[in-house]
């Protein structure tokens, strides 16, 4: 009975071990595929964010990889200021399969700065009609902390 025990535990432990080292090889070798660039428009009937462009060039990409690694920690952008509000959604792939998706938004102020934050995607982003009145709300939903400040876009 004690050997049993023992054999199913190193068993356990083995594909548990195994499941951890796979699922850490398979995010470690996934890459950006394309980047949806949406923005919210108040002159469009269209549901908001409005997507405006997708990019697929992998020289695109890995501007854009750098460019959300090159942000400083900032507070959040004032909502008076507000110029554009932008949704970047990037795709991960491996092996032809798309297994994650990241999701940043990105604000343009009116004295050119520019703010970002990674931000988990929900039904409450995804609106019938925008309008500069929603700003607030946009910002109280994604909150205070983790914002960046990032320079001109690259592409």
């Keep these: 009975m004690k050997r049993l025990l023992l054999f199913i535990s190193v068993c356990v432990i083995t594909l548990t071990t195994y499941i951890v080292v796979n699922t850490f090889n398979t995010s470690t070798s996934s890459e950006i595929t394309s980047v949806n660039m949406s ?3 108040d002159d469009s009937n269209k549901p908001q964010p409005e997507l405006v462009n997708v990019l697929y060039s992998s020289e695109e990409l890995k ?5 959300l690694d090159s942000g400083d ?4 952008p004032l909502v008076h200021q507000i110029q554009q509000i932008w949704t970047l959604q990037l795709a991960y792939e491996s092996e032809g399969k798309v297994i994650e998706t990241d999701y940043y938004m990105v604000v343009n102020d009116m004295n050119g700065n520019i703010y970002l ?3 988990d995607m929900t039904s409450a982003y995804s609106l019938d009609k925008y309008d500069h009145s929603i700003d607030s709300f946009i910002l109280k939903w994604l909150g205070p902390k983790g914002w960046s400040k990032v320079s001109l876009f690259p592409v």
């Design 39 to 41: 923005l919210y428009r």
């Design 63 to 67: 501007k854009i990889e750098n460019w």
């Design 73 to 76: 920690p900032a507070g959040m």
């Design 117 to 119: 934050k990674r931000f």
